[in-house]
Nanobody
Framework: QVQVVESGGGLVQPGGSLRLSCAAS????????MGWYRQAPGKERELVAT???????NYADSVKGRFTISRDNAKKMVYLQMDSLNPEDTAIYYC??????????WGQGTQVTVSS
């Protein structure tokens, strides 16, 4: 019984900010690897950022310096702070949970639209 639910998406002006949240109802959240992915219309889903159980992070080159991934193990939440947004950031953003047994769980996604 695993649920992954994203929230926080919406419409934002270029240069603006949004913070996405992901709630994962998994018993061993603290040792899971969490990730944010995105998929724009007509494009393949791509990695945005990941964070390990020890707090190590990786970012796509396109978002380095603008996006920050973080986690709160007590709340079983992962966040993606997005700053300096531009239209090419427009996509559906998905949260992924990867367990120590290499099982992946995906959320349904939240739409982010950057437009003037």
């Amino acid at each position: 019984q695993v649920q992954v639910v994203e929230s926080g998406g919406g419409l934002v002006q270029p240069g603006g900010s949004l913070r996405l949240s992901c709630a994962a109802s998994i018993s061993m959240f603290s040792i899971a690897v969490m990730g944010w992915y995105r998929q724009a219309p007509g494009k393949e889903r791509e990695l945005v950022a990941t964070i390990t159980n020890t707090g190590g992070t990786n970012y796509a080159d396109s978002v380095k310096g603008r996006f920050t991934i973080s986690r709160d193990n007590a709340k079983k939440m992962v966040y993606l702070q997005m700053d300096s947004l531009n239209p090419e950031d427009t996509a559906i953003y998905y949260c992924k949970v990867t367990t120590i047994s290499a099982r992946n769980y995906w959320g349904q996604g939240t739409q982010v639209t950057v437009s003037s």
